[in-house]
């Protein structure tokens, strides 16, 4: 297996801070899947509620999805005291690193997506809103194609900034209760068609999260055409990684 970690900031210095991206990649063995096998890529994006970075809902999901041939992106992204969008920034730079490192890492071009839990969710889903976003292309000095989210997995994000139903940690901290940033980070007020397949989990009973979030995004997906699954588990608690 390729386990290594790699400071985006040394790849893209305009980055203001170092952040780190753990590399958990299957050992390719040409006699058993042939020599041009690539694998799906998924960058996984924990939660902790913009504060911090979950263990929880970082390694063990990468090992869980190595078995599956799948290789995982790890992103430790920074939170406070930075201002949103920031840690947008630093994932479209994990996206970027990904796809320009595809053949080092066996990557299949057409399959990388993002998988995000509760706060991390809801950054996931701001990529895929903003997936080959010109301004952060423009930003990184990059191409926008490396910024492309081909899949979203959605595992009890946060969706939207509604103060009835979101996560009220994320929302102050987000959009700092301005009606404009509330409007503008709400990701089920701007899903188009070109928004990319999505699955969406959560458990009904979420006493963190509600899962009006879940419900809100899948029925944005089915409302703009766009491919999407939603799974509602009967009981849960929050962080159930």
Known sequence: MINKKINLKDEYPVLSKDVYLTVYCPTHFEECRGKNNKRRTILVLPGGGYEYCSDRENEPIALRFLG?????????????????????????????????????????????????????????????????SEEMAKYLKVDK???????????????????????????????????????????????????????????EDDSVVPCQNSKALYQACLEAGVKAKCHIFPTGRHGLS
């Open 145 to 203: 194609e490396l910024l492309r989210v081909d899949f979203l997995i959605s595992c009890y994000s946060v969706v939207t900034m509604d103060e009835n139903n979101t996560h009220l940690g994320t929302m102050q901290y987000v959009a700092k209760h301005d009606a404009k940033l509330m409007e503008m980070y709400s990701i089920e007020k701007h899903v188009t068609k070109d928004f990319p397949p999505s699955y969406i989990w959560c458990t």
């Open 68 to 132: 599956y041939n799948f290789n995982c992106f790890n992103l430790v992204y920074n939170c406070r005291p930075e201002d949103y969008p920031y840690p947008a920034l630093e994932g479209f730079a994990a996206l970027a690193y990904i796809r320009s490192h595809a053949e080092e890492y066996n990557v299949d071009l057409d399959h990388i997506g993002v998988m995000g839990f509760s706060a991390g969710g809801h950054l996931a889903c701001t990529l895929a809103m903003w997936s080959k």
